[in-house]
């Protein structure tokens, strides 16, 4: 199921709760998820901008890279 889907029908199932609690506390999930969210991002200036830029060039240039693949095996771990 893709995430449009998903939301569609999170909505309808949200329309149609009674407990004033639970709506409550869906507000407050929400509310509190995206203030934390703001709260995380922090804005680069141009120069470390250009610095990661650079600094990523020259691992890729000496091979300190890690492929997707292994990337995937390595989670797939995790579990």
Not at 26 to 37: Q, T, V
Not at 70 to 75: A, H, K, N, Q, R
């Amino acid at each position: 199921m893709d995430i449009q889907t998903r939301k569609i029908k999170f909505v309808q199932k949200f329309l149609n709760l009674q407990n004033e609690e639970l709506i409550s506390r869906l507000g407050k999930l929400l509310h509190s998820k995206n203030k934390s969210s703001e709260n995380d991002f922090k804005r680069m200036t141009m120069d470390e901008f250009n610095r990661r830029i650079d600094k990523s060039m020259s691992d890729s240039k000496n091979g300190k890279l890690t492929m997707a693949s292994d990337l995937i095996s390595e989670i797939q771990e995790w579990k």
